[in-house]
């Protein structure tokens, strides 16, 4: 079993480069299904997530193949169209297919995405806006299987109860790219990983109007060419690095950072004492005393995102007085808080979706384990803030979303490694057994 030791303490100095977005990369590279000839794609991000895409993609008929941070695709059979069950599950994101799947050959069977660790994770906005664009659904053994003979442009309205949905918008969009006549996407979300994607496509010959706007106008194209496309800088793991310096203090300079895609965490930031300086090709975070309470809250962009929920609350926890934090986006995306309190966090949920954060003056490193990739982040950098040892476990979530991390953090001075047991038998394969042993196998027969 992977975990891994941190022993906290030290302020963060020096430079990281930002990697490329997983949010922007995944919808990006399934869209690169629809391209009818080569496409490359460059900063995409070396993750778990990335791999699993990489394997159902290449399920589907298509040619993936890397190099580096770069990825070269090539479809070469179109015949495919049901996603391998066991690999869609391992990646929620995989039903942003559904929409390419849909507009290029026309079906998609394709494994319902179900809850995840933080809550319900529906997709009713996602399949009415492909029904509007005459798509037709129906779920059997957890499938979901779409047909769609021709799909025509539509009038869409994407909002929901919670805001518009990111995955949604990139599933209606691709579909719409290559539908007949001219599709509106009302409430579309306005993620600047959505706005690259909508670059992806317009590089690739698609007409598509609004980017970086609530409002999508696609005029449908017969096809879509290859393309060559750099894939944006990941404002999340971005953000995690501002949340690990203002955690733990110090002065980092994130090259590649896009400040635009920051503004909210930005400013939240700057009123709980961390400075910024922006630079021509990066940011500069420097957190040089006690950070103070805030409040906040977690909206669609350009709101405070919720994937930084979690970094910002272990930020917080050991600020000066009561900080408030409101998710409207996941409300029950507040189970690191436990975590964090093992290390000394004094953080409640009084109501659903509220987290009460009174700030410690220290943490003490504890053995902690994280049931997110957010919350993953979260517990790592608190590691890195705590006197003494800390135990991070569950790390298959941190692969998902953070290249490196281990490395990125020791260039900065801090002091963290990852280690792996031996299984028990390989550690002593002949060793006779003790008298305790003895009684645990009898006990366990
Ligand atoms: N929602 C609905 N119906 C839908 C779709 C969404 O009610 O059909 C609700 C969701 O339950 C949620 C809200 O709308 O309350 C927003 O969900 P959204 O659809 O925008 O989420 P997503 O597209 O599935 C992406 C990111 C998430 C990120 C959210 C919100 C990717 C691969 N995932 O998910 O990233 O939290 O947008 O910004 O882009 C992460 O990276 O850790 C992560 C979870």
Known sequence: MERMIIEGGAPLRGEVAVAGSKNGALPILAATLMADGPCTLRNVPNLTDIDSLREILMNLGVQVLAAGNTLHTQVVNEEPTETDHDLVRRLRASICLLGPLLAKRGHAEIAFPGGCSFGDRPIDLH?????????????????????????????????????????GTANVLSAAVLAEGTTVIEHAACEPEVEDLVGFFNSMGAKIEGAGSHRLVVHGVEKLHGTDHTVLADRIEAGTFMAAVGLVGGDVFLQGANPRHLDAVIDIYQEAGVQFEEQTDGLRVIAPHRLKAVELTALPYPGFPTDLQPQTIAMLARAQGCSIVTERIYIDRFHSASELNRLGGRIRIPTQGTAVIEGVRQFSGAP??????????????????????????????????????????????????????????????????????????????
Do not use: C
């Open 127 to 167: 399949l009415k806006g492909l029904q509007k664009l005459g798509a037709t659904f129906k779920v059997t053994n957890g499938m979901i299987h779409a047909k769609a003979r021709k799909l025509k442009g539509a009038q869409i309205y994407l909002g929901g109860r919670w805001g518009s949905t990111v995955l």
């Open 368 to 445: 902690v384990v994280a049931k997110d990739l957010r919350a993953a982040a979260a517990l790592l950098i608190a590691g890195l803030a705590a006197k003494g040892k800390t135990e991070l476990h569950g790390l298959e979530h941190l692969d998902r979303g953070y290249e490196k991390p281990v490395e990125k953090f020791l260039a900065l001075g801090a002091n963290l490694r990852r280690i792996t047991d031996e299984p028990a038998a390989a550690l002593a394969p002949s060793a006779p057994l003790t008298q305790s042993d003895k009684v645990i196998k009898k006990l366990t027969a």
